[in-house]
């Protein structure tokens, strides 16, 4: 059952990368989306990671409300 879970939730994770189009940037080349990855992570590490993460959390929540609701995406949190 374990196994199972763990499946789904690696697939759920995936889908999310191709959600967010980084397959299609990286025109599915996955050396570069693992780069991707560990550089956002090196980023997060970088800065102070609760603010970093609660801003990722942020955005991530007004993408899934923007689509359930079939809104315009909400503009940028980042500062000019």
Known sequence: MQRRERTRHLIE????????GLVDLAD??????YGALLELVGRAR?????DTLTLWKRRGKRAFD???GDASPAPSDRPA
């Open 28 to 33: 599915d080349d996955r050396a570069t989306i």
């Open 13 to 20: 994770l995936g889908g999310l990368v191709q959600k967010a």
């Open 46 to 50: 970088n800065d102070d990671a609760s």
């Open 66 to 68: 923007a689509e359930a």
